[in-house]
């Protein structure tokens, strides 16, 4: 899957054996990761962007974004601690016995590459926060100045922009 739309997100695996499910789609509901290893890769990225993903295992095996090398996040740091995702069945999981997450990571800046090492993983948001910053012109005060948030966000395939209290479909 690709969306091309700003920020772009891109999906990637890394485990042959899930070539004939590497990334499967339902409708209306999320997408999911065949096995581990599975890539969110988000592009453009600023500095100081937040990245939420609304995840969760893909079965009976738990789901894990914190790479025991140490290599992944990559251009990010998690901001999340536990990166754990409770296998299918597991307390707290909803009516198809999923157990959702949000994980947060603070952008560094350009590409951000994210990895699922566990069992692989299902996805249904994710959300690039990006808030807009004062350009410093020649300005001596602050006042009046109005922080504006914008938000990016893919929701069961569609991508939004939340600007001001609005909500704008791209």
Known sequence: MRIT????????????ADK?????IYPGRCYES????GLILIANTQQGDTIKLEVAAKGSAAGNFLDPNGTYPINATALTE??????QGS???????????TLEYLSKGGDVSLKEVGGGYRIWLIEVIHV???VATGITSAEGY???????????????????GKTYAI
């Open 132 to 134: 807009e910053s004062p």
């Open 146 to 164: 109005q922080d504006t948030s914008v938000q990016k966000i893919l929701r069961d395939g569609q991508l939004f922009i939340l600007r001001d």
């Open 34 to 37: 065949g096995g581990k290893n």
């Open 20 to 24: 004939a499910k590497a990334f499967f």
């Open 91 to 101: 307390p707290g999981a909803d009516s198809n016995d999923y157990t959702w997450r």
């Open 82 to 87: 536990d990166l754990t995702l409770p296998a």
């Open 5 to 16: 739309s700003k920020p772009r997100f891109r999906f990637q695996y890394g485990n042959s």
